[in-house]
């Protein structure tokens, strides 16, 4: 897939099929997060990779009730980071953006790859945390659900994930987000 073809291909699908050996997807998708770019070439970002049977079953404990779909999971990427671990100049902290980055990499390439990789923040960063030994001094951002998209709808997505996983939810427009020349917005303008 070319760039651009893996950006309109990538969705952030719930009904998942197991992936066969989701370990040796690390590589290749760590690989992608580590050619991201970020302030200084610091790489602030943390994933913990959680794959083995057990600790996925623990990590099913840290998810909200709307994301029980992600119980189907095959891997469950926690993303940390700490402001101390970036550039902070003036009032500009970079930690949460180019983590970001590096994560839409990771995301991008497990796209590439044929996987779903939906980012959530349906969790408990405090049991997330705890389960996986990850010290207070680290924001847990997000957890990235990777799995491969089902053929069929499983019965653990309510009836409302069903709709959205057979069509693309809507995007804004441009002219919602794109601004020339200067920072306009409907409110301004009215």
């Known amino acids: ?49 959680v794959y083995e049977p057990g600790r996925l079953e623990a990590m099913k404990s840290v ?14 990427i926690a993303v940390c980071t700490k402001k101390e671990d970036d550039c902070v100049i003036y009032d500009r902290e970079y930690y949460l953006f180019d983590t970001g980055l590096a994560t839409a990499f ?15 923040a349906g969790y408990s960063p405090r049991r997330t945390r705890e389960v996986l030994g990850i010290s207070d001094e680290y924001q847990v951002i997000t957890l990235v659900i990777i799995g491969r998209h089902a053929k069929s709808l499983k019965p653990s997505l309510s ?26 917005t409907e409110e301004s303008n009215g």
């Open 159 to 184: 009836e409302q994930q069903k709709k959205r996983e057979s069509v693309r939810p809507e995007r804004k427009p441009f002219s919602v987000f794109v601004h020339h020349n200067s920072f306009t």
């Open 63 to 76: 998810l909200s009730d709307g994301n029980k779909w992600a119980h189907d999971a095959s891997m469950i």
């Open 106 to 120: 990771l995301i991008l390439r497990a796209t590439d790859l044929g996987l779903v990789a939906h980012p959530i």
């Open 1 to 49: 897939m070319t760039v651009e073809e893996t950006i309109a291909h990538r969705r952030a699908y719930r009904s998942l099929d197991p992936v066969l050996d989701p370990e040796r997807y690390i590589e290749p998708l760590m690989h992608a997060a580590q050619l991201s770019p970020s302030c200084f070439n610091h790489q602030p970002w943390h994933y913990i990779c």
